[in-house]
């Protein structure tokens, strides 16, 4: 996970010249002096980077692809580290303690901790730096052995109470009988894999049902408003909605339908943080396009638009709140998400007022502008009446997207919120540079590979090889690459014909439907 942190005194590139940052000027810029010439001067975060481009691989397609490691592995590589973060986080004198303590606990010698965790440590905290260069792939346990695992956990998740080590052997004697029943040699899985599986279980879901009627009442929501935020990108929310516009088509300027929009605002500013807006209905994909869009510097998105305004918001979010739409709920959004440290939460169900931020901001668009577009569809059909919305629509997407674009960072941003008592734009200031009374969190660090940042988000799901190839979304694909895998039965599952090529079936995404905030495709 690279990124490049811009705080005071840390080291910077731009091209192949060395710098160390002096002074942050504002949200955007800041002050360097030259390692080379001992000169200062003002450069954008976007013009820096973590290393000389000269051995940047921003533009290669890492060779890393998450929904590739098996669920063993990561949980292997998610366990080293939180056990390396411990280490890096404990006070200096005591970390020769600690580092051989987990080095006992992970059974390997103190030099090969030393490695990993120096190289977790040049990684930023990315838990893929972890893999092993030569591992095989085992899959995942026999359906077999996981409906007894959770069982087993079922039979956790009870009054009873019992200890992990009692439903450990609850689970060997289970193994062992079927395994004597059906004449089968099914291994029994490692304790610290029922530890894994239960560690993963929220504190509400342990509590409500070993606690019995005392535990429910103690994790039940307290209605009231939203918990405190107290800093920028602590935490975002993000959600769906359909715009009350037509568009056209950028030929025949034709109307092609009502987009819909998915939205993130930065709860502690009421600043946008990213949008994306499509004709397809939400799914992972518009979650994940939206993500990027917020964690990604927006100088070049303005500058395709021509728009020239400031959009300051950039750098990883420290928590994503969702409502429980099933878009959310993907393996592949909250492993991508795991893997940059951003925790994803869901608003409890039945309870919108959680998610009254994104919806306030959804009314305050569609009748702060939206409704005066031509095409529109108005909010009902009392008002629409008999206003032709498919005859009066001009806008293509793009043109949709450059006024939207110019709505947010030119009127919204600047006009004074209710609540905060200022505009959204110097509420944000205020949390990263601070003010006469309070400090800021300063600059985020700013992500350095955008193309990994970006396939990471992408949505996953399996397809067989035929012999005409691969189909996603009705259309038939297919390439040479392909042809080995035909009619190949697939040896880490048992009695299917089902393959995994997701590095393949990412970029068939990616070039097919230019799945990315900035519309770019690539050639």
């Known amino acids: 996970m690279q ?10 590139f731009n091209d192949n010249s060395r710098y160390r940052i002096t002074a942050i000027l504002d949200m955007e810029h800041v002050c360097v002096r030259s390692s080379f010439t001992g000169k200062t001067q003002k450069f954008h975060i976007s013009e820096l980077s973590s290393s ?12 890393v692809e998450l929904m590739n490691i098996p669920e063993d592995e990561w949980i292997e590589i998610h366990d080293k580290a939180g056990i390396f973060n411990n280490i890096l986080q404990s006070p200096y004198d005591d970390r020769r303690n600690e580092i051989k303590k987990a080095a006992e606990e992970l059974d390997i010698s103190e030099p090969t901790l030393y490695r990993q965790l120096q190289k977790y440590k040049l990684s930023n905290g990315d838990p893929t730096s972890l893999l092993r260069k030569k591992r095989v792939d085992k899959g995942r346990f026999e359906p077999e052995i996981e409906k007894i695992i959770q069982s087993c956990i079922t039979q956790y998740l009870s009054t009873d109470k019992l200890k992990i080590s009692d439903i450990f052997r609850s689970l060997e004697i289970q193994i062992y009988q079927y395994n004597k029943l059906h004449g089968s040699s099914l291994d029994t899985p490692h304790i610290n894999t029922l530890r894994y599986r239960i560690s993963q279980l929220t504190a509400a879901e342990i509590g ?21 935020v107290i800093k920028p990108l602590e935490i975002v929310q993000i959600d769906h909605t359909p715009l009350d516009v037509m568009i056209v088509d950028d ?9 819909t929009i998915t939205l993130a605002i930065d709860v502690f500013s009421r600043m946008v943080t990213g949008f994306y807006i499509s004709l397809e209905k939400p799914n992972t994909l518009l979650t994940g396009c939206c993500i990027t869009h917020s964690i990604l510097d927006k100088k070049k998105w303005l500058a395709d638009h021509k728009i020239d305004a400031q959009w300051p918001v950039y750098g990883l979010i420290d928590t994503i709140h969702t409502d429980n739409g099933k878009e959310f709920h993907g393996k592949a959004l909250k492993r991508a998400c795991e893997k940059y440290h951003i925790s994803l939460t869901k608003r409890p169900v039945g309870t919108p007022r959680y998610g009254g931020h994104i919806e306030r901001l959804f009314k305050t668009f569609n009748d702060g502008g939206i409704h005066t577009l031509p095409g529109t569809t108005k909010s009902n059909i009392v008002e629409k009446g008999e206003y ?3 005859k009066k629509a001009v806008l293509t997407l793009f043109e949709l997207e450059t006024w939207f674009t110019q709505l947010v960072v030119n009127v919204y941003h600047h006009t004074v919120h209710s ?5 959204p734009f110097e509420k944000y200031k205020e949390g990263i540079l601070g003010s006469e009374t309070t400090l800021g969190r300063g600059l985020p660090p700013k992500i350095e590979n955008e193309l990994q940042l970006k396939i990471d988000f992408l949505p996953y799901e399996e397809r067989s090889v035929q012999k005409y190839g691969i189909q996603l979304f009705g259309i038939l694909y297919y390439h040479d690459l392909l042809r080995k895998w035909i009619r190949q039965p697939d040896k880490t599952r048992k009695n299917s014909k089902q393959f995994e090529p997701p590095r393949l079936y990412r970029r068939v995404i990616y070039l097919s439907q230019a799945a990315m905030p900035d519309r770019v495709k690539l050639s």
Do not use: C, H, Q, W
């Open 251 to 259: 030929v025949n300027r034709l109307a092609i339908g009502r987009p």
């Open 419 to 423: 609540e905060l008592g200022m505009t």
């Open 208 to 228: 409500s049902t070993r606690l019995g009627k005392n535990g429910r009442e103690s994790y039940r929501p307290i209605i009231g408003k939203f918990p405190e």
């Open 388 to 390: 032709d919305s498919e």
């Open 52 to 63: 000389p481009t000269n051995i940047d691989n921003s533009g290669i397609i890492p060779s």
């Open 3 to 12: 990124s490049v942190k811009l705080s005071i005194g840390e080291e910077v």
